[in-house]
């Protein structure tokens, strides 16, 4: 396909190619940038601050307690378990430098999305919020997981102020539920041994995994999607590309209210600042509207990113409108789709752009992205990044007719190199270095793409992928269930909810029994919202389950 994009629809002086072997690795761009950086604040939380060189220093010494304490080495895998804190940043750029390969988990998963996800990488390593312990004492013996370290939300924070934290969340809200893990570190504990062990430099390269990222899929558990360091340096560059002209040096700060878990936050927040010597405002809690609208209150932030869902609450929770929006530059948008409606509402509010772009955690996850200079929401995903090609093709892989939607395949030096021990999975979606991405787009005579479809079942919920095969799998553990489905429905709230079809093997099976046994196999974005009992699923006639059919 042309990349008509390029000459029609690029912003003035947008390199057309970036380099991803600009640095060896994220490591290597860390510790160049905490250097000219090192008076800057890198990141905020709950109003504690931490300087590029404090750090630098700190993950140092988190680096060396992995190192020398544990006994982890080059390419083992280090999971982190915890919400949008100082302790996040600081361990991920220790177990970078430390060359381990970093293994993002959502805090809220159950017990057997952990179990799944620890056993499948083969983690031996893990920084849990104590929130969260529990659950991993129930699986840690089905799993690799050999170090524990725990911490408490407050840890980072000033010592009055942290205790108090802590000790709210675990005494009076009942938030931290009673454990046995015996051979776990307390954070503060793991830092301080590290501070006084020296740490030995890793040598890190582009090839080598900087991440297991979990994404789901049509068809068996969640996979890994291998991201080289070469794949994140790529990704950064080609979104630092995009907005050249928009951050300026060491004068922005970024709101992260998306999970840094997620790839989309990692990137687009956490790793993109680092070269502008930026500012990351972290809020633990976004669901804390309220909350979340008094801390905006406190800083003159400039950049924002978010999903629909984040970007509606904000513009329905009072004082918003109130703010101070001046220094607001852009609003980002990305994880599903935002609507007309919100857009124009957030642009009528604040004054500013809500820019959407489009990206999959198999992309590290960047592909495409509004231009900068765009003046309104046109409610298209916007054009390939630098160094980015993007063909649609028809079920017979060849070429679609310009305006004619077909299904996206992506290349470029962001594209995974597979999935972790999957190789029939990853011959299914990589073509000779074409990324088949599922999601059924057009292209306009000025190089914009729009999604229209999905080829395959993913439901997006509030930005995250919730794949049927998992709901169903879960369903029909319950004895009382012959057989299940799993669709997506439109829902304001979230962009689509989770409806389930199912035919009962127990004539007394109820709706709330369903919702019971989902809420303990399953973590709150994938729980069916809707149930409806039939008779008999709709079936091809090789017995596969039509979810068109449910859907129509």
């Known amino acids: ?51 590029y060189q404090e750090l630098a220093q700190q993950a140092n010494d988190f680096a060396a307690y992995l190192q020398q304490d544990l006994g982890l080495v080059k390419g083992d895998k280090f999971a982190i378990m915890i919400p949008n804190t100082l302790q996040y940043p600081i361990a991920l750029f220790g177990a970078l430098i430390a060359g381990l390969t970093v293994v993002n988990v959502n805090p809220l998963y159950t017990a057997r999305e952990l179990q799944h996800q620890l056993k499948d990488s083969g983690a031996k390593g893990i920084l849990i919020l104590e929130n969260f312990a529990h659950v991993l004492a129930a699986v840690i013996d089905k799993t690799d997981v050999e170090q524990v370290i725990i911490t408490g939300v407050g840890d980072r924070l000033n010592k009055i102020k942290g205790a108090i934290i802590n000790g709210v969340l675990k005494y009076v809200k009942k938030q931290v539920p009673a454990y046995h893990l015996p051979q776990a570190v307390k954070f503060n504990r793991a830092m301080a041994k590290g501070a006084a062990l020296n740490f030995t430099p890793v040598e890190v390269v582009g090839t080598d995994l900087a991440f297991l990222q979990y994404t789901g899929g049509t068809t068996g558990p969640s996979k890994g999607a291998m991201l080289t360091h070469r794949n994140m340096v790529a990704n950064l560059e080609q979104s630092n590309a995009a907005t050249k002209n928009v951050y300026e040096v060491g004068k922005e700060i970024m709101v992260t209210a998306l999970p840094l878990y997620h790839v989309y936050a990692l990137t687009s927040n956490c790793l993109c600042f680092i070269p502008f010597g930026g500012t990351n405002l972290l809020i633990t809690n976004p669901r804390d509207m309220a909350g979340f609208v008094k801390e905006l209150a406190k800083y003159p932030f400039t950049v924002i990113t978010g999903v629909n869902t984040l970007f509606n609450g904000l513009l329905h929770t009072p004082g918003f409108d109130k703010l101070d929006f001046s220094p607001l530059k852009l609003g980002f948008g990305g994880g599903m789709s935002v609507q007309r409606p919100v857009a124009e509402l957030w642009e009528k509010v604040t004054g500013t752009r809500l820019l959407e772009g489009y990206g999959l955690t198999e992309c590290a996850p960047l592909v495409t992205m509004s231009p900068y200079n765009q003046e309104n929401y046109n409610g298209s995903i916007g054009i390939p990044v630098s160094s980015t090609d993007i063909r649609l093709v028809d079920d017979d892989g060849m070429d679609v007719a310009l305006g004619q939607p077909g299904e996206m395949w992506v290349k470029g030096p962001q594209v995974m190199k597979g999935y972790f021990n999957r190789q029939a999975a990853t011959d299914e979606v990589l073509k000779d270095g074409w990324l088949a991405t599922g999601d059924i787009a057009t292209m306009d005579e000025n190089g914009f793409f729009k999604i229209v479809d999905r080829k395959k079942d993913m439901i997006i919920v509030s930005g995250f992928n919730v794949f049927p095969n998992e709901i169903e799998e879960v369903l029909v553990m319950h004895q009382g269930v012959l057989e299940a489905a799993a669709i997506g429905v439109k829902n304001d709230a979230s962009g689509e909810a989770v409806k389930v079809f199912i035919v009962k093997k127990d004539p007394n099976l109820t709706e709330q029994d369903i919702f019971d046994h989902c809420h303990e196999m399953l973590t709150n974005y994938k729980r069916p919202k809707f149930v409806e009992f039939i008779d008999e699923l709709p079936k091809s006639n090789v017995g596969k389950v039509l979810r068109k059919e449910l859907r129509s």
């Open 1 to 51: 396909m042309e990349r008509i994009w390029l000459e029609k629809s690029y912003p003035k002086g947008l390199a057309f190619e970036i380099d991803p072997d600009k640095y060896n690795s994220l490591a290597d761009l860390f510790l160049k940038y905490t250097k000219l950086y090192q008076n800057n604040t890198a990141f905020i939380n709950m109003g504690a601050s931490i300087s």
